[in-house]
């Protein structure tokens, strides 16, 4: 069984995963605060155990991978040096071939929304260099987990 640096949790709907993280030293500014692009890596490690947990992560090459289409961030509160954050993550939306997953960071102190973000993934046939279809397997794995959540 693979260990999993995330969990399932019901405290942040429509939020079902989240991860755990802290900022480490070489995470933060000159003012001592996180840097603004640290917060992509905690959002990839959290979509990493998302698709972990949903068995959809394959460590080996398979033809067909995501890449990142589009970011879209915005930052609510500072996080600082040794803070504990739990980074939710969910698919928001699944099309044709691309999925579109949902962030939000808060602070395990406080509790205070520290960012959020919308990042959407196509897959990509990695041969021809364009967009794949997403298989039937993958969209009834995320929506058996999403529910009535998940936009299609």
Known sequence: MALELGRTTDRKP???YSAL???GFSDTDAQGIVYY???LPYFDAARVEYHRHLELLHTQPSGHELVMRANAIEYH???RFDDAIEVF???ARIGRTSL???CAAYREEDDALLVTATQTLVLVDLDERRAFPIPESIREQIASFE???LQR
């Open 89 to 91: 993550i969910r698919v």
């Open 14 to 16: 429509p939020f079902k």
């Open 100 to 102: 579109t997953y949902a």
């Open 37 to 39: 692009g640290r917060y």
């Open 21 to 23: 993280t802290r900022v």
């Open 77 to 79: 509160a500072p996080a």
């Open 147 to 149: 529910g009535e959540d």
